[in-house]
């Protein structure tokens, strides 16, 4: 199993561009999830999903865009990037959301918005 | 809402010390807690968890234990190794926060040889 993969793994972007990050997992897990960590900080929650077709916002969501059309894959979409979104970008996934189930982490994307 | 509060770092020990990083939490219900480590250049794993009070978490010589009367969740180990260098968030999840972790800062642990 290669677990959860993303790509790319770096990306520079001019502010007003958009990309769209790449998550898939190969665990057949239903939840999944993106997450930011800025310096210093913790992981905070873009977006999240319980299963292909369902979405919902996390606690960061302004600026971004997901859908679910696969169990696999859970893309992120940038739209317009600002400075602001410079951040390592995680994706997550796990069988189920009850805190017994371990959360997988994909390796980061790093961005920067210049 | 939901918060964890964890140890400032860096912290810098010797090969063999006793490690301790503080943890501390705010949640709604009964949350169930981690530990993560982030080794550099990596994303994160799981290294440790408990889901209700008084239960032990332990993996590669790493402890900590629910303290429901003290919202805490320290994590310890008796003798660090070089390998242990990385950086470690305490996190939570309770069932009202629709299945988001909550994540400490992280701290940063360095072991020099």
């Known amino acids: 199993n290669a677990g959860v993969t993303q790509t790319p793994k770096f990306r520079i972007l001019k502010i007003g561009q958009s990309m769209t990050l790449q998550c898939a997992q190969d665990m057949n897990h239903n939840y999944m999830y993106w997450y930011r960590q800025d310096p210093g900080m913790g992981l905070k929650l873009i977006y999240y999903?319980?299963?292909?077709?369902?979405?919902d916002k996390g606690e960061v969501p302004n600026g971004y865009n997901v859908s679910r059309s696969t169990t696999e894959d859970f893309p992120l979409r940038l739209e317009l990037a600002a400075p602001s979104q410079t951040s390592v970008y995680f994706c997550?996934?796990?069988?189920?959301?009850?805190?017994?189930?371990?959360?997988?982490f994909g390796p980061g994307t790093r961005l920067t918005v210049l | 809402g939901d918060s964890v509060t964890q140890m400032e770092g860096p912290v810098t020990l010797s090969e063999e010390a006793f490690l301790t990083i503080n943890c501390t939490y705010t949640?709604?219900?009964?949350?169930?807690l981690f530990w993560y480590v982030q080794y550099p250049g990596e994303g994160l794993q799981l290294l440790l968890k408990?889901?209700?009070?008084?239960d032990k978490g332990s993996n590669k010589g790493f402890e900590a234990t629910y303290r429901k009367e003290t919202t805490s969740f320290h994590l310890e180990k008796g003798s660090v190794q070089v390998s242990d260098s990385a950086v470690y968030f305490c996190?939570?999840?309770?069932?009202?926060?629709?299945?988001?972790?909550?994540f400490g800062k992280g701290t940063l642990l360095t072991v020099n040889p």
């Open positions: 949640a709604t219900g009964y949350p169930s």
């Open positions: 999903s319980v299963g292909a077709g369902i979405t």
């Open positions: 996190a939570l999840l309770s069932g009202g926060s629709n299945y988001k972790l909550t």
């Open positions: 408990a889901t209700k009070a008084d």
């Open positions: 997550a996934s796990s069988y189920s959301g009850q805190g017994t189930d371990e959360q997988f």
